[in-house]
Nanobody
């Protein structure tokens, strides 16, 4: 089993920054990558960013490219999501999730991730 715990959320003004952390524990050696997703009230959970442990390759949703940066530690136990130039539309609960399968591409569908954290709230005021 793999456990994930998000932290770092909070309230920030538009244009500000936050850094989210995702602490990964348990059988981390059985994971191949981590994804960040977010869910705003009344909306579907959507892909934000993902990283593969092999090579540290990343992928981002178009809505956050150039503003968000995802990074991970080699020990596979912590990943970060640096969020800059935040906008009110970034307000959501942010979740990290672990992928337990080896893949040739970086998955962006939420149903491809097997393990999920409880989420952390990010609120951006205008």
């Amino acid at each position: 089993q793999v456990q994930l715990v998000e932290s770092g959320g909070g309230l920030v003004q538009a244009g500000g920054s936050l850094r989210l952390s995702c602490s990964v524990s348990g059988r981390t050696s059985s994971t191949y990558g981590i994804g960040w997703f977010r869910q705003a009230p009344g909306k579907e959970r959507e892909f934000v960013a993902a990283i593969r442990w092999s090579g540290g390759i990343t992928n981002y949703a178009d809505s956050v490219k150039g503003r968000f940066t995802m990074s991970g530690e080699n020990a596979r136990n912590t990943v970060y999501l640096q969020m800059n130039s935040l906008k009110p539309e970034d307000t959501a609960v942010y979740f990290c999730a672990a992928d337990k399968d080896r893949r040739s591409t970086i998955p962006i569908r939420k149903d491809t991730y097997a393990y999920w954290g409880q989420g952390t709230q990010v609120t951006v005021s205008s």
